[in-house]
Nanobody, 127 residues
Framework: QVQLVESGGGLVQAGGSLRLSCAASGRTFSSYAMGWFRQAPGKERECVGVISRSGGNRYDLESVKGRFTISRDNAKNTVYLQMNSLKPEDTAVYYC????????????????????WGQGTQVTVSS
């Protein structure tokens, strides 16, 4: 069981940066693979990035490669999403998600495979 709380969203101009944080409760944070998802108005939820339990393996959505970086600090029970060079099309509600993992090597990007979710944080990028 894990409780997730996102923070760090806001309103920025195109080209700006934001860092999202996801604080997790529980004593077994290192047993969970973590993901960041986003959902824009009128669009389906999509996986932005995935990070393995130890942080050694990562997956990034093609449209954010080179701009977004997912990382985690297991000592702080926190996962981060650093977002640079933001574009208006990045506007969405961003969700943190957790999946209990036993060492899966293939990145899991399907939202249905994640068991725990945060409440979401709004990111709005103006032109």
């Amino acid at each position: 069981q894990v409780q997730l709380v996102e923070s760090g969203g806001g309103l920025v101009q195109a080209g700006g940066s934001l860092r999202l944080s996801c604080a997790a409760s529980g004593r077994t944070f290192s047993s969970y693979a973590m993901g960041w998802f986003r959902q824009a108005p009128g669009k389906e939820r999509e996986c932005v990035g995935v990070i393995s339990r130890s942080g050694g393996n990562r997956y990034d959505l093609e449209s954010v490669k080179g701009r977004f970086t997912i990382s985690r600090d297991n000592a702080k029970n926190t996962v981060y999403l650093q977002m640079n060079s933001l574009k208006p099309e990045d506007t969405a509600v961003y969700y943190c998600a957790a999946r209990y993992d036993m060492g899966t090597m293939v990145p899991i990007t399907a939202w249905g495979r994640y068991n725990y979710w945060g409440q979401g944080t709004q990111v709005t990028v103006s032109s």
